[in-house]
């Protein structure tokens, strides 16, 4: 109950109540995947990994969401994976990478000061990279999946994914 009383407070500034127009999505039609999203702060591109073959090693990270929807929250997934992605590598009916090497977890950024409910983390734990593939010079990417949930308003609106990633090396 404070949540949703908070709400209106929040977006009273706002155009659109994307939280309760949620409330009334039944069935999921069709998914979509966008070119928008938003932008990885941490790691910097080219941050080596140096005990790939043990796991572990600890990673910094940051994420800025695009929020281009004007959700109340924006959730995004974090993964590793042997390539760069692009909008067309996104299941665009799970907004999953089917072809992941890690998923590192599924987060919610609140937005407009709303507050936190499962914030990013500030670091990631690398697994352990022990296929021959990953030798010294190999590049891995940390990915981000947005998903924006409300645009256009109204009902029965399909999630859209929107993906970004950044490029760490093998040392
Ligand atoms: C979803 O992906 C499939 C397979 O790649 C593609 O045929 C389809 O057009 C996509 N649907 C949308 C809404 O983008
Ligand atoms: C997307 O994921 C669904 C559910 O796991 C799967 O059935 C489908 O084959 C996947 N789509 C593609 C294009 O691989």
């Keep these: 109950m404070r949540r949703l009383s908070l709400v209106p407070v929040v977006f ?22 966008t070119p ?20 572990g090693e600890v990673i910094s990270f940051g994420y800025t969401d695009s929020n281009w929807c004007h959700d109340g929250y924006s959730d995004v997934s974090v993964w590793l994976l042997n390539y760069a992605p692009n909008k067309g590598n996104i299941n665009n009916t799970t907004g999953r990478f ?26 990631l734990s690398m697994p352990a990279l022990t296929s021959p593939a990953y030798a010294p010079g190999a590049s891995v990417y940390i990915a981000v999946v947005e998903t924006a949930t409300s645009c256009p308003p109204g009902n029965n609106i399909p999630p859209q994914y929107g993906t970004t990633s950044v490029e760490l090396v093998i040392a």
């Design 12 to 33: 009273s500034a706002c155009t659109r109540i994307p939280l309760m127009v949620n409330a009334s999505v039944v069935h999921v039609q069709q998914r979509t995947v």
């Design 36 to 55: 928008a999203h938003g932008t990885i702060t941490s790691p910097q591109p080219g941050t080596p990994i140096t005990n790939a073959q043990t796991g």
């Design 98 to 123: 089917d072809d992941a090497v890690h998923q590192f977890g599924a987060y919610s950024i609140g937005n407009f000061g709303l507050p936190p409910k499962n914030p990013p983390p500030t670091t």
